[in-house]
């Protein structure tokens, strides 16, 4: 795993600056502690910084790494999954490679196939590739965003980079939030791309490639999802197996480093599942990592304690536990907060920061769960949606709106509320939103002091998720893909992890497994009771049926406990009035009413909190940024 930025201006009078794209660099260090490299062009329009953990080729992999003639320069962070097979297959074409690594053979498949061949690539991956000959410079990105890649560009130059940190050094300038961006972020928690928190810096979608050259700059796609059935369905005994094959086959492909790999373990089906085909391709001696959470008030609720015991005790994992406490989560806050670049409120970030900080003491790659949920309808929402489809059949709606005046006055409701009023929406990209929202759009508005049409702004991006011909359940798996995914859960691990620069690896997002699953019928993923229906039958002998029978847990923190307790001094000082006041993001009467109610015991607002907090923590942060 690495870092990557650089510099190119778009007319022929700019030169890059080399100096200015090594304090870029330095600022991505912790992605790559092993060896920093660099490149400037011969016309000094184009500038490279790269920084490298090494894990592939560790003794000739180094970057910028070049062609056999230097007419093609690449800059990469990722990793290459199928890079042995693409090798093999460019050498019978006469390619000569002359190191080991995965990032030359991105390098002979751009000459071979121009960037018709990145379909090829498996794996996950961001980089840059400037081709001399054609004056054309490349940024591409993985099919599901699990690497980060951001750009900047104005009429003269263009800036890219790992990290929004790097970037805005680049840019020499503080660019100002983007209103859209802060009214996406309190309602989901996160930003959806392409845009960022910063007006002008834009994230390059995941399966798209960005040129500029002679003839100007275009974004381009290299991979589309399909989310269209088959003609003609295979039996669903055919496509359990299926399912075990490619994972199994992912697995596998992810188990090739020349340096430690362990796993993450909740005890849950994603993760046992992932270390179970560990343990059968490496044998013994798999190392899993599992974190737990104390409060005053206990946090049994949260906990998996026994689960990841049983887990790693069954299949016989050399195990790390880790406990954090509120004085945890206070100590590392500061540094979860820095290295997220844009605020995502995620509260999993902060054990997700401390598990990577112990597993990087005996590894070097995780294997991680992420794009599971997403992947085969995990989540209860999926399941509350198909109800909301059926009882669409008839007309329900008033007493919905019945239901949801009597829960009105309901303490703790709010859940319940919410979903009782995305029931009510008919449009399915705007219940879907209501769905997956923190903070509803009335809400939103309220705290942000009106906030005009931008939930209409904001519905315009998850419209495209179900606009594709395809059964109503793969569509939203598909918009949870695109946005959720992409934008928070794969923010929190590529963070959190490269924070120890530690590499997280994601098999259930190897694309062929990805779109094979999404041919599938959605109701064969999602019941109105039970999730992952057809992934708890492919799981059956690879995993305790205990661990496949058992209750879903999500990755929560005693948040609410917290806040009424061993934080409740940290979120009385950071969100008073004055606080607020001077921070100038939000109309502090709607704040403090949030924060009566949570710590009244009234509703659980911890989550909402937590979304201000964060905002209010990370605006601190960044003041220096440019500097």
């Known amino acids: 795993m690495c870092g990557i930025c650089g510099e190119f201006y778009l007319r022929a009078q700019g030169k890059a600056d080399l100096k200015k794209i090594q304090a870029m660099t330095r600022l991505l260090k912790h992605r ?287 195990h790390y536990q880790l406990c954090v406490s509120a004085d945890d989560a206070i100590n590392c806050l500061d540094k979860v907060v820095s290295h997220l670049d844009e605020p995502v409120a995620d509260p999993a970030c902060i054990p997700t920061y401390l598990i990577s900080q112990l597993a990087r003491k005996e590894v070097t790659v995780v294997l991680s769960g992420e794009g599971a949920d997403e992947l085969f309808g995990g989540y209860l929402r999926y399941r509350l949606e198909r109800l909301t489809s059926l009882l669409s059949l008839f007309t329900f709606q008033p007493g919905v709106r019945l239901l949801e005046k009597i829960f009105s006055g309901v303490p703790g409701s709010r859940r319940i509320r919410k979903a009782l009023r995305a029931m009510q929406e008919k449009r399915n990209s705007e219940r879907h939103l209501l769905w997956a929202s923190v903070f509803p759009p009335n809400q939103t508005q309220e705290l942000l002091s009106g906030s005009g049409q931008l939930f209409e702004k904001l519905n315009e991006r998850f419209c495209a998720f179900f606009a594709q011909d395809s059964d109503h359940i793969n569509q939203m798996l598909w918009a949870d893909f695109g946005t959720w995914l992409a934008d928070d859960l794969l923010v929190k691990v590529d963070r959190m992890s490269m924070a120890h620069s530690l590499e997280a690896r994601v098999p259930y997002l190897d694309h062929r497994l990805v779109q094979y699953v999404f041919t599938l019928p959605g109701t064969w993923k999602i019941g109105f009771f039970s999730g992952k229906k057809i992934f708890k039958r492919s799981a059956k002998g690879l995993i305790p049926d205990s661990i496949i029978a058992r209750q879903k847990a999500g990755f929560t923190l005693p948040l609410g406990k917290w806040f009424r307790q061993e934080l409740k001094e940290l979120i009385l000082e950071r969100l008073s009035e004055s606080e607020l006041r001077q921070a100038g993001l939000f109309d502090s009467k709607p704040v403090l009413r949030l924060l009566s109610e949570h710590l009244s015991g009234k509703e659980d607002n911890s989550q909402q909190l937590y979304s201000i907090l964060l905002l209010q923590l990370w605006r601190d942060k960044i003041k220096n940024w440019a500097e």
Request: glycine share 10%; with cysteine.
């Open 32 to 318: 790559g502690p092993d060896q920093e490299g660099f490149f400037s062009s011969a016309d000094e329009r184009l500038a490279f910084g790269h920084c490298r953990l090494k894990v592939i080729d560790l003794a000739t992999g180094d970057q910028p790494m070049t062609n056999e003639d230097g007419s093609i320069v690449i800059v990469f962070n990722g990793e290459i999954y199928n890079f042995q097979e693409l090798r093999a297959e460019l050498e019978s074409k006469g390619h000569r490679f002359k190191t080991r690594s995965d990032t030359e053979v991105i390098i002979h498949l751009y000459e071979q196939e121009g960037v018709e061949g990145f379909r090829n690539l498996v794996g996950m991956f961001a980089f840059a590739l400037w081709d001399e000959k054609n004056q054309r410079l490349i940024l591409a990105r993985d099919p599901f965003g699990i690497k980060p890649l951001f750009y900047f560009q104005d009429s003269s130059r263009l800036i890219f980079g790992s990290e929004l940190k790097a970037l805005i050094k680049g840019i020499g300038r503080l660019p100002d939030l983007n209103p859209e961006s802060i009214f996406s972020y309190l309602m989901l928690q996160y930003v959806p791309g392409p845009k960022t928190i910063f007006s002008g810096i834009k994230k390059l979608l995941p399966g798209t490639f960005f040129i500029a050259d002679p003839s100007g700059v275009r974004l381009g796609e290299f991979f589309k999802l399909s989310v269209s059935s088959p003609e003609k369905k295979p039996a669903e005994a055919q496509a359990v197996e299926e399912i075990r094959f490619l994972l199994e086959q992912s697995v596998k492909s992810q188990l090739i480093a020349d340096v430690p790999l362990g796993a993450f373990l909740s005890g849950g089906i994603d993760s046992s599942v992932i270390v179970s085909l560990m343990k059968r391709i490496k044998g013994r001696g798999v190392k899993t990592f599992s974190v737990d959470f104390s409060a005053l008030g206990g946090a049994d609720d949260v906990n998996e304690t026994f689960w990841s015991r049983f887990a790693s005790e069954y299949f016989q994992t050399e």
